[in-house]
């Protein structure tokens, strides 16, 4: 072991350098004072800048905090490098969107100026490189890429630089550090795999150890245990070594073991449990638990008493690049505090918690887990319940646990972070790892991320930076000096509810804590106010001023409300707002929030008569209203505030202030009464606000008497009753105060009836519900009643609605069981003759609804019914007879009634079907019914025809017969019979009739007779007639057209077209007259001849498309011969009647007959080859003996149509070829492609695939890049399934099928699996020459189409099958160069609808 020969190089290089400039410079020149002692290099560098404010810290720390420079970083880019790597001086800016932080500033991001320049210095002074690693303890070292250890006090200054640049040559960089619990000893880890051990006190170095794990590895991790004899390192080969360092007669020396060996999995981090101070003498600390993260799994471990394993948990699926991270933490869980371990590999991250049981064992317990969006490479606590993140883009965020809410994001561009890349990938010792280790640490940056005690260093290349938590002071004030002051008030009061995350600084009782946290909101209160004011605009419009201040004053308001400092609120904040006009207006409006939701219920009298005098110099009196009927009035100018709400129709409030001011429940009412009686007296018509005056008195005698304040909370018990005495004894007064002679008895009452008599009657009706136990009441109500018989009955000004709502009140009082009200029976009488006096026509429904709703509350018990069913007819009320008509169950009364009653009429079909379907009635009464329908039947088809017809199909089948016979209206006989027959979906569509196909024929006739335009549409959707009877009946009235649409539906093409031949010459003859007649006829019947004949000419168009369509129709079924029977005479009919037309002189009708008969071409032509029609053209006596001029656009026609089908063919041909050869193409490229094994050993035995060197076997590699030896794989299949022969066989990958439930054989999922290969390859290796490797084997390649190749090769093929579109255009060809007839292929299923449907071929994706 050697020691450093000058440990302080680097302190004596720049002691001289600070010399050097001391002794250039003139103190007298500059005046510069004198000092005791002048200052060194690194105090200078520490000074901070006259701007700059110190970093104040509350918790324990290891720095002085008078040299750290504080600043807040929200930044949006960033670039960081790897030293000496560079692969990462181009790393890709990102930027990131600012989003305002819900949770304030949670972290102070600080420069550590002294350690920066003293690592700047150092690299360009002496040469000690870039910084590699760092570590954080009682003090802070960092190592250089050659070979040096910078050790910084808690002030920032440098006091070891441990190494020299000899031992950088020899030894590599410092690749990772670590310093024990007292801060005695370090532990420095180089690239080349070397172990060095300082002594912190005097620099020391006691321990250089080379033989600590194998050679040619770089140290990725070495840390102390809480043992100071005890450390764990981990190399580039994934082997990870526990040291033991002895000391055994002044001799040092160090004993390894091997803990995990690289070769089963790879460890790239290591953390072993180290207990803070406090935690020392915690159980678990006997272990000397280490967690371990491999590239697929997290291992924990006990060192002590003896090595075991405690727990493994594989990761889920993460990129491979993902680097595993590690941390411990104690955190306190109920009532005890137990180690948590969090753990990640890419974007989740899962806590451990770790228990020891009083049997000894250690339980881990896996709890809830933490899902982000990002790729985690750096995972340190902050404290017990806050984790700080740093993502793949180096942006770094602050988590709460618990609720795993994002409290912060900074970006740490500035940073430069260090990667640790060179070391993963051992670039100093060759290289020497595999690519996983390799691709993991691209992004590994262990060594520069070091935490201690709260806080969290991170290195640059050349800074080194700090992370704490803010006080909730400092977040707060951070808020506010950026002029925050609503987000800093919604922090204040998260701390002051205990809701906030990651707090610092508060301590205490809760209430102490609440107490603090009040006292700074009231101060950041003024501040707030005196900002607002400070900042409102001088001028512009008053919108602009109200909107500032609306952004300001609720939020003063409502905090002080949550504060409960309504005293702060109304004095020094309002008497600082007032200032401002505007302001002071908003104040007063943000108060109506909370005093309508009840938070604010008392006001100062000053405040209560600004808000008045505010509310109402602004109109807003609804606003005013809503705050009066919340607000303690005590303190209130009642007499003022009663004229403010009189004189603005403030009625609620108005009521609100005499009832709670002054316990006046009767005024309000007076002063409305006064309003509304004299218009209701007079018979007037009332104004809309006389009619909400009026609807609001009805609620508050409804709620005097419920007991209920008006307009919301309750009359205090004390006064419930003396307040419904007080209603009622105003409401039976017999005068108005004010009453003059002409006054009325009981004027209260007949206001009340006279404005709304329902909604009267329904208040009493709800206040009678309460009177069952007070006599006094009881008294009342039965006043009450008394009154209201005297008022209203046989009394004119009353209409009968109002006199039977009256009684059917009263019937539902005495209705009740535990009723006490006494009615003279004598009135229900009088009531029921005033209501069915026959001689009254006026209000007959309204009368008949009144009696209605008096007999259905229990009334009818009262009266005689004959008499009242005598009464009810004469006065016409069906609805009442129907009533006791149903009681008596006279259902076919029942039925007179609807009959008779015009405005039920429709109603009785509902009727008749309800009764005669649904259960509960007797047969005997549904017999009487279905008697009284037959009866009546001609009436109710009169009634509604489709609605009987419904009723005979599904209730009277069976009498068709005899309902036709009774119909002696041959127009009502069709008009029920086309709704009989028409088709019908649903539970009735197959109902089936008797004698069915008379009815059809008989309808028939009656449509030859009476409609005709009815008749093919009829004979189109019924199937239930007979041919030739429909045919014999068609032919007696003379519809040709619809006889030869039973002809042609009969097979009788030939006999269909003659008679639509025959009705097209008759159009054409017709046509021809009417042309004769206007060339011969006058001048003056010019005009109306032309319009006969396109009236004619659009007749005769009509014919020939129905002629058209028969022929398409009928081409189909028949052979050549029989088709030119039916298309030669068409165009014969039309090319005889265009050369008369020609001969006349008619040139417009001329040129629509041409364009006719070249539409009778263009079908013809689908069907019939165009020489035999050109043939036929020529042969024509008509054309035969002319000139080819004649015929010559004929032609021209035919042949444009000809050339256009042809290129149709041509280029459809083409894209067909195009796209059968890219399929075929793709195909064959699938087929043949090869294939690229992933490992070169078998998936099922695990080893090379060429086992042995002199043996020939053959190996099977599917498309999904696994290979297998071929007799590992038969084994496999024969074990889950018979095999088959070899010619059978069809292999499926073991891996992926195994992977995907199950390990069936090949036969056991017919299914193509996803790995199955495209085209199964055989590859036999064979050993020719032992010293040979590059070419020592030679491959025979086999390629067969498996089963599944087959299937899929059957649906590619089956896409041109039946027939294919090639086969399809082929036989168009070959039709076509042997003159066959037509475009459409015979006897080709579908040829009608046959469309070629073009598309380009489709594009080949590389």
């Keep these: 072991m050697s020691e450093s020969p000058d440990a302080h190089s680097l302190l004596s290089a720049s002691s001289q350098l600070n010399l050097m400039e001391v002794d250039t410079i003139d103190d007298k020149e500059f005046d510069i004072p004198q000092v005791d002692t002048p200052p060194t290099l690194e105090s200078i560098l520490n ?262 394993v405690w727990m493994t948990f594989p990761y889920s699926k993460s990129d491979p690049s993902s680097v595993p991270q590690l941390a411990w933490q104690f955190v306190p869980t109920q009532k005890t505090v137990n180690p948590v371990l969090a753990f990640c590999k890419g974007d989740t991250v899962h806590f451990l918690l770790v228990k020891k049981e009083d049997t000894g064992t250690i339980h881990v317990i896996k709890q809830r887990q933490l899902n982000l969006i990002c790729d985690i490479i750096s995972l340190s606590w902050i404290n017990n319940r806050t984790l700080v993140l740093v993502d793949s883009h180096e942006k770094l965020q602050v988590v709460d646990r618990p609720s795993q809410e994002v409290l912060e994001t900074l970006d740490l561009e500035q940073v430069q972070l260090v990667y640790n890349s060179r070391h993963f990938k051992s670039l100093a010792t060759g290289g020497n790892v595999s690519q996983a280790l390799a691709l993991v640490g691209e992004k590994a940056c262990y060594q520069s991320v070091s935490s201690y005690a709260g806080q969290i260093v991170y290195l640059g290349t050349k800074s080194a930076h700090i992370m704490a938590l803010r006080n909730w002071r400092e977040r707060i004030d951070c808020l506010l000096k950026h002029e925050h002051f609503v987000e800093a008030l919604s922090l204040a009061w998260s701390f002051h509810e205990g809701t906030a995350k990651a707090v610092v600084g508060l301590y205490g009782d809760p209430v102490k804590k609440k107490g603090v946290v009040a006292d700074k909101m009231v101060e950041i209160f003024f501040q707030f106010s005196e900002y607002s004011l400070k900042k409102c605009p001088d001028q512009g419009k008053i919108q602009v001023m109200e909107q500032h201040f609306q952004d300001v004053v609720p939020v003063l308001v409502d905090y002080c409300l949550l504060l409960k400092r309504a005293d702060l609120l109304f004095n020094q904040l309002y008497s600082q707002l007032a200032e401002n006009m505007v302001a002071k207006g908003v104040f007063l409006e943000s108060l109506e929030s909370y005093i309508v939701a009840d938070r604010l219920g008392h006001l100062t009298t000053p405040i209560m008569r600004d808000l008045l005098a505010h509310y109402h110099s602004t109109g807003k009196m609804e606003s005013l209203e809503r705050c009066i009927v919340h607000l303690d009035v005590t303190n209130l100018d009642i007499q003022q505030v009663v004229q403010v709400c009189w004189e603005n129709h403030l009625h609620d409030a108005m009521i609100y202030v005499f009832n709670r001011g002054m316990n006046d429940y009767i005024t309000p009412m007076e002063k409305l009464f006064a ?242 379907s649904m259960p509960g009635y007797s047969l005997k009464e549904k017999q009487t019914v279905m008697e009284k329908v037959l009866q009546h039947i001609q009436e109710l088809i009169t009634l509604d025809s489709s609605s009987s017809a419904d009723l005979v199909l599904f209730h009277f089948p069976e009498e068709v017969q005899q309902i036709i016979s009774e119909l002696q209206d041959d127009h009502l006989l069709m008009e029920f019979l086309s709704h009989l027959l028409k088709p019908r979906e649903g539970h009735h569509s197959g109902t089936i009739l008797p004698v069915e196909h008379e009815l059809h024929e008989l309808l028939l006739d009656l449509f030859c007779r009476l409609s005709p335009q009815q008749i093919l549409k009829f004979l189109q959707t019924s199937q239930h007639y007979r041919l030739e009877e429909a045919l014999q009946i068609t032919e007696k009235y003379h519809h040709k057209e619809v006889s030869a649409y039973l002809l042609e539906k009969k097979g009788d093409f030939q006999g269909a077209f003659s008679v639509l031949l025959g009705l097209l010459k008759e159009k054409l003859s017709l046509l021809t007259t009417e042309i004769e007649r206007g060339v011969n006829g006058e001048d ?188 590992c794989l038969q084994q496999k299949d024969c074990e889950g399934a018979v095999c088959a022969s070899e010619q059978q066989q069809s292999w499926s990958c073991y891996k992926c099928s195994s992977s995907q439930g199950g390990r069936g054989g090949p036969f056991t999922e017919p299914k193509r699996l996803p790995s199955t290969s495209l085209a199964q390859t055989c590859v036999t290796s064979v050993h020719h020459d032992a010293g040979s490797e590059a070419h020592g084997k030679k491959v025979f390649v086999e390629a067969t189409l498996s089963l599944q190749q087959e299937q899929s090769w059957d649906q590619l093929s089956s896409l041109y099958r039946g027939p294919s579109r090639l086969s399809i255009l082929s036989e168009l060809s070959y039709y076509h160069s042997n003159e066959k007839t037509g475009l459409i292929i015979p006897g080709q299923p579908g040829a009608e609808n046959f469309q070629l449907k073009l598309s380009p071929p489709p594009l080949l994706e590389e």
Excluded at 119 to 135: F, N, W, Y
Excluded at 904 to 911: A, G, L
Excluded at 1138 to 1149: A, N
Excluded at 1241 to 1263: G, L, N, T, W
């Design 675 to 916: 309003v509304i009686g004299p218009p209701l007296k007079y018979g007037r018509s009332l104004t809309d606000e006389e009619v909400v005056m009026g609807n609001k008195l009805l609620v508050y005698i409804s709620c005097c008497l419920a007991g209920r304040a008006y307009p919301l909370g309750d009359i205090p018990e004390d006064l419930v009753v003396q307040v419904k005495n007080q209603v009622f004894e105003f409401l039976i007064r017999l005068h108005s105060a004010d009453s003059s002679e002409e006054e009325e008895v009981f004027p209260f009452i007949r206001s009340l009836i006279h404005f709304d008599t329902r909604e009267f009657f329904n208040v009493l009706a709800m206040t009678f519900e309460d009177f069952k136990n007070d006599k006094q009441a009881l008294e009342y109500q039965q006043r009450i009643v008394d009154i209201l018989l005297q008022v209203m009955v046989d009394n004119s000004d009353f209409t009968p609605s109002q006199v039977g709502g009256l009684f059917t009140f009263l019937a539902r009082q005495l209705a009740k069981p535990d009723n006490t009200l006494f009615v003279n029976r004598k009135l229900f009488d009088q009531v029921l003759d005033f209501l069915c006096c026959p001689d009254d026509d006026s209000r007959h429904s309204e009368r008949q609804q009144v009696l209605l709703e008096l007999l259905q509350v229990g009334g009818v018990i009262q009266y005689n019914e004959e008499r009242l069913l005598a009464l009810a007819e004469k006065a016409k009320f069906y609805q009442v007879c129907e009533f006791l008509y149903e009681k008596n169950s006279l259902y076919d009364r029942i039925f007179d009634c609807y009959l008779r009653d015009p405005l039920r009429k429709e109603e009785i079909f509902s009727y008749i079907h309800n009764l005669l």
């Design 47 to 308: 000074e901070l800048e006259d701007e700059e404010e110190p970093f104040l810290l509350e918790d324990t720390s290891v720095l002085n905090t008078d040299n750290i420079d504080a600043y807040s970083c929200d930044t949006s880019s960033l670039a960081s490098s790897d030293s000496g790597d560079p692969a990462h001086l181009k790393r890709k800016r990102r930027t990131q969107d600012f989003n305002a932080p819900v949770h304030g500033s949670v972290v102070r991001q600080s420069l550590l100026k002294g350690i920066s320049a003293q690592i700047v210095s150092a690299a360009d002074k002496v040469d000690a490189g870039l910084p590699t690693a760092i570590t954080v303890s009682g003090v802070i070292a960092v190592g250089t890429s050659h070979g040096l250890a910078l050790v910084f006090d808690n002030n920032q200054a440098l006091r070891l630089c441990l190494g020299t640049k000899s031992t950088g040559a020899e030894f590599g960089a410092v690749s990772a550090l670590s310093i024990n619990h007292d801060c005695s000893r370090l532990l420095c880890g180089f690239a080349k795999g070397q172990i060095m051990m300082w002594d912190l006190a005097n620099g020391k170095l006691l321990r250089t150890i080379n033989d600590a794990h194998p050679p040619g590895t770089a140290i990725l991790h070495v840390k102390f245990t809480d043992d100071p004899t005890l450390a764990v390192c981990n190399d580039s080969g994934g082997s990870v070594f526990e040291l033991v360092f002895r000391r055994v007669m002044g001799i040092r020396s160090c004993d390894s073991r091997c803990l995990f060996s690289g070769s089963k999995g790879e460890v790239c981090c290591i953390e072993p449990l180290r207990a803070p101070p406090d935690f020392r003498d915690h159980p678990i600390t006997h272990y000397s638990l280490l967690a371990m993260a491999s590239l697929t799994k997290i291992l924990v471990i006990g060192l002590k008493p003896s090595l075991k």
């Design 1084 to 1271: 003056e019947s010019l005009n109306e001849e032309k319009e006969d004949s396109k009236s004619t000419l659009t007749i005769v168009k009509d014919s020939l498309d129905n002629i058209i369509d028969l022929c398409n129709h009928s081409s189909e079924n028949l052979y050549q011969q029989q088709r030119e029977v039916l298309w030669f005479p068409l165009l014969e009919t039309m090319m005889f009647s265009q050369k008369e037309v020609k001969g006349l002189g008619s040139i417009h009708t001329f040129e629509v007959l041409r364009e006719l008969t070249m539409k009778v071409l263009n079908c013809m032509s689908s069907f019939i080859s165009l020489p035999a029609i050109i043939q036929r053209i020529l042969q024509d006596p008509v054309y035969g003996t002319g000139k080819l001029a004649e015929i010559q656009g004929l032609i021209l026609s035919m042949l444009d149509t000809f050339n256009y089908e042809q290129t149709l063919l041509e280029t459809t041909t083409s894209l067909l070829n195009q796209d059968l050869h890219w399929s075929l193409a793709h195909l064959h490229a699938a087929v043949t492609k090869g294939l690229h094994p992933r490992q070169d050993y078998c998936y099922i035995c695990f080893q090379q695939y060429k086992r042995r060197q002199d043996s020939v076997e053959e190996i099977i590699v599917f498309s999904c890049g696994h290979l297998y030896h071929f007799q």
